[in-house]
């Protein structure tokens, strides 16, 4: 069985950081992307940030330059992500998702969903 698994969440005071863990079971992530998408309350999914199977790099947030990055480690298969200088407005439930070989923020090509981890910045 194909499957995601995040990590990491959690609460973090504002400025604070937090690395989240896109784990894989049941296949190998060495063909595919993965992107980290979030979903704030009240508010629809968007994508953050993406890495593809070479380890290209994609940003789907402006919002996010700068303060957060994504890597890959093939041989541990997990996706992070790196999120520093964190705000209030980062606040929302993260997930990752798995693409074949490259990023796309198009449901139609994301083929399996982890199921989300928190992530809470409040002082």
């Known amino acids: 069985q194909l499957q995601l698994v995040e990590s990491g969440g959690g609460l973090v005071q504002p400025g604070g950081s937090l690395r989240l863990s896109c784990a894989a079971s049941g296949f190998t992530l060495n063909y595919y992307a993965i992107g980290w998408f979030r979903q704030a309350p009240g508010k629809e999914r968007e994508g953050v940030l993406c890495?593809?199977?070479?380890?290209?790099?994609?940003n789907y947030a402006d919002s996010v330059k700068g303060r957060f990055t994504i890597s890959r480690d093939n041989a541990k298969n997990t996706v992070y992500l790196q999120m520093n200088s964190l705000k209030p407005e980062d606040t929302a439930v993260y997930y990752c998702a798995a693409s074949i070989l490259h990023c796309t923020e198009d449901r139609g090509g994301l083929s399996t969903w982890g199921q989300g981890t928190q992530v809470t910045v409040s002082s």
């Open positions: 890495i593809s199977s070479i380890g290209g790099t994609t």
